[in-house]
């Protein structure tokens, strides 16, 4: 069975020849030229081993200007790029769909500055997430988006895909806390938007248009991102309900007895969890007298310690008086919070393990987040596992439908039945991982026909040739109707 649907090559795009290799080769050295099978072959294939492409040529500038100099020659040129960060996209968007150039800003990793004052962060877009919350630590702050993929995404990615994650509750989008961007368009133009200010209304706020643009409408290369100070005390407790419905009771209670303090609320089925404690090595239950339906995890940050844990403990003594908690326990040290984390971090790689795997991200109101579970369950029987867990805090699930193997008959049971559904809530089919090439065409589910004509407008008006991250994000319809 097919793994993904592809495209057809758009024959408006050029064929790399050896004069376009010497050119590059002139501006970037030899270094900044790959054309290793080895690793061409990673940078084709994405994390999931579901999108693959065929490029032969990726490039890795060090700078903004070499970045300028190359898009400005593949626009010319009309050869179509696919800007990559760290490689962990989940839709098939940082991948080539067929010859694509790869540009990576990997090389681009330099910390710019840090204003211990204000907590703001300069940096280029190649930065790894990890390596900027281990900087921050020892600066006393924390980013303000933390996620399972943190050891390889990229700030430039995260800011692409307006990466969400397991703190968004409390720290809001990175439409909120990204300041400033510098972002190179298609003809190589340097969009220098890095401004470091908390408020600056001088018109229209450009640099939104690129937070969740995935790479198609310009290559970010600097970020300026407000940081969160540290704060002393972070408590995390790993709890059981028994149905949805009390997840949902929690989540509200957990809204207004913990109120300043909460600073994660997330959820995981009892399919999630049993798939975790198979496929991990080293998990262990951390409530291993009896099997529960749903597992949340919260987490609290604050800055007194007596203070937060104490009413961290009396919201869970109230909560399991009440009967919307069956049991849980709050992490004794470090290494037990880390454990925790790991069960909800790790579902990703534990359905990777299990074999072939569906991918829903959606956004519906929390009332009715399950209930399309329930029915994908009824709808798929034993042909697959259904597996639900996500960002509940935010009114996120992901929906993940885990088989043996890639099976059209599977396929065909899921979709459209899923957009379709999520569309009748108002919902969203894509919350916080994008459209790449696995919805490009599915856009229409979540916003109208207006809304996406001006959005093609755009693109057409930063990328007349539509050689940034073509057959992504938008219907081909669109994206391709302006390619000349
Ligand atoms: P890539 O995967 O390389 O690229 C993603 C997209 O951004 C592509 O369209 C690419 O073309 C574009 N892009 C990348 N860099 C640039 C740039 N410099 N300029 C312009 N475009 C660029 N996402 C969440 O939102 N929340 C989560 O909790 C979360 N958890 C994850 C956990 C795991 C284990 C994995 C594998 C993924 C997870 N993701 C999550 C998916 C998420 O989108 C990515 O992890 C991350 O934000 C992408 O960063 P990246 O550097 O890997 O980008
Ligand atoms: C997460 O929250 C990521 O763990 C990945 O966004 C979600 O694998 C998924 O569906
Ligand atoms: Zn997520």
Request: hydrophobic share 40%; with cysteine.
């Amino acid at each position: 069975a097919s793994v993904a649907t592809v495209p057809s090559r758009n024959p408006s795009f050029a064929m790399i020849s050896c004069d376009d290799i010497s050119y590059f080769k002139k501006i970037l050295g030899e270094k900044g030229v790959v054309q290793e099978e080895l690793k061409l072959d990673d940078a084709n294939t994405d994390w999931m081993r579901k999108y693959k492409g065929s490029s032969k040529l990726m490039l890795q500038p060090r700078s903004t200007h070499e970045v300028s100099e190359i898009l400005n020659y593949c626009n010319s040129r009309c050869l179509a790029v696919v800007p990559q960060g760290g490689n962990t996209g989940l839709v098939g968007g940082s991948v080539p769909v067929h010859d694509e150039v790869i540009i990576s800003v990997s090389s681009m990793n330099n910390i710019i500055s840090f204003d211990k004052v204000s907590g703001i962060l300069v940096c280029e877009a190649g930065c790894i997430l990890e390596n900027l919350i281990t900087f921050l630590d020892n600066e006393g702050y924390i980013m303000p988006l933390d996620l399972g993929a943190k050891g390889s995404c990229q700030i430039g990615g995260n800011v692409s895909t307006n990466a969400g994650g397991l703190r968004l509750i409390r720290y809001g989008s990175l439409h909120g806390s990204v300041l400033g961007l510098e972002v190179v368009l298609a003809n190589g133009t340097v969009l220098d938007m890095l401004g470091t200010l908390r408020k600056d209304n001088t018109g229209y706020d450009l640099k939104h248009l690129f937070i969740g643009s995935e790479g198609s409408l310009g290559i970010v290369t600097k970020v300026s991102i407000l940081t969160p100070p540290k704060l002393s005390s972070v408590n995390l407790a790993f709890l059981a309900c028994e149905d949805y419905v009390s997840c949902q009771k929690l989540l509200s209670e957990a809204k207004r007895k913990l109120g300043e303090i909460l600073s994660a609320f997330e959820f995981l089925d009892v399919s999630a969890m049993d798939l975790v404690l198979k496929h991990l090595d080293g998990i262990r239950d951390p409530l291993p007298s009896s099997k529960h339906n749903f597992y949340i995890v919260i987490e609290t940050t604050g800055s007194m310690e007596s203070h937060d844990k104490e009413k961290l403990e009396a919201f869970l003594l109230s909560s399991m008086e009440s009967g919307l908690l069956t049991d849980g326990v709050i992490a004794q040290d470090i290494n037990q919070a880390s454990s925790f984390w790991r069960i909800r971090e790790g579902i990703p790689e534990a359905l990777m393990k299990a074999g072939a795997v569906y991918k829903y991200d959606l956004s519906l109101p929390p009332e009715k987040m399950y209930d399309v579970v329930d029915e994908m369950r009824e709808r798929l029987g034993t042909a697959a596992n259904v597996v639900a867990y996500g960002h509940l805090g935010d009114g996120n699930l992901h929906l993940n439908i885990s088989a043996r193997e890639y099976d059209d008959s599977i396929l065909s049971q899921i979709e459209p039945f899923v957009y379709e559904w999520t569309s009748k809530q108002r919902g969203s089919i894509s919350a916080e991982h994008g459209l790449g090439l696995m919805k490009a065409n599915k856009i229409h589910y979540s916003k109208s026909a207006e809304t996406v004509q001006l959005m093609g407008a755009m693109k057409k008006l930063l990328d007349p040739n539509g050689i940034l991250n073509p057959y992504k994000v938008l219907p081909t319809s669109i994206s391709q109707s302006g390619v000349n």
